[in-house]
């Protein structure tokens, strides 16, 4: 099976600093990659990449396949007509994604337009109501015209998903879409993007710090660290049998009900475990860096 996306050799730079060295990626049509680490791993500017929503002061390197194109190679009409089309993203904190000045409906609806213009103003308005009832918004009807701030969190991270996938993409990026929510919300929402992924056939790439999370969502996970990748494989193999001293070091950093309250938290391996090394395979579909 050809991947839907492959990134390959990607590098990211901004003036003298690598963000992203040499990242080599793929994610399978239907399929879910957890990538995680700790903030300022290169994560999020991988999915802004991916996007081609980086500052142009970016400097990139490699290859970003999406369906066999070359996305690092297109216009910048080619990748909007891809963006928001066959792939979206659900971005962190929906209170600033979102316009707080527009309502809901509308901000649904344009998402439509921008990339639908021929559908009538009737044919726009019920793909809204139905995405608001994907996401399990209530009362979606009566609240076309609600703006952002009258929906609890939940709800507001609700209309993001529904904006993203309004317009049937084949992959989905979360860049953190449960950080600023609370556990019940929280396992809510994990388990929208679980029925979406089945309904629709989505592809996802899931990004997040909180490996508990990932282990709900992911299929695979890759694990980076100060822009390198040490780590990836199937989401059992990484759970179970974690091979770079990086990834035992915040597996063993998640506090369970067995924890000493007394002890002090573990700590994340030092930079000196974590960089450099070859990239090699450990077993079927588990590779790992050192």
Sequence with gaps: M????????????????????????RIEPGESLGLVGESGSGKSVTALAILRLLDPAARMHGSIRFAGRDLLSLSSDEMRKIRGREISMIFQEPMTALNPVMPIGEQIAEAIRTHQPERSRREVRDAVIEAMTAVALPEPER??????????????????????????????????????????VQAQILDLLADLRERYSLAMLFISHDLAVVSQVADRVAVMRHGLLLEEGPKTAIFQSPQHAYTRSLLGAIPTLRT????????????????????RQYADGHWVRG
Aim: aromatic share 4%; proline share 5%.
């Design 143 to 184: 609240r076309l015209g609600d703006y952002p701030h009258q929906f609890s969190g939940g709800q507001r991270q609700r209309i993001l998903i529904a904006m993203a996938i309004v317009n049937r993409p084949r992959l989905l990026i979360a860049d953190e879409p449960t950080t600023a929510l609370d556990v019940t």
């Design 260 to 279: 000493d309250k007394d002890r002090p938290l573990a700590t994340l391996a030092g930079a000196a475990q974590t960089d450099g090394g070859e990239w």
């Design 2 to 25: 050809s991947a839907l996306l492959e990134l390959d050799q990607l590098s990211i730079a901004f003036q003298n600093r690598n963000a992203v060295n040499e990242l080599t990626l």
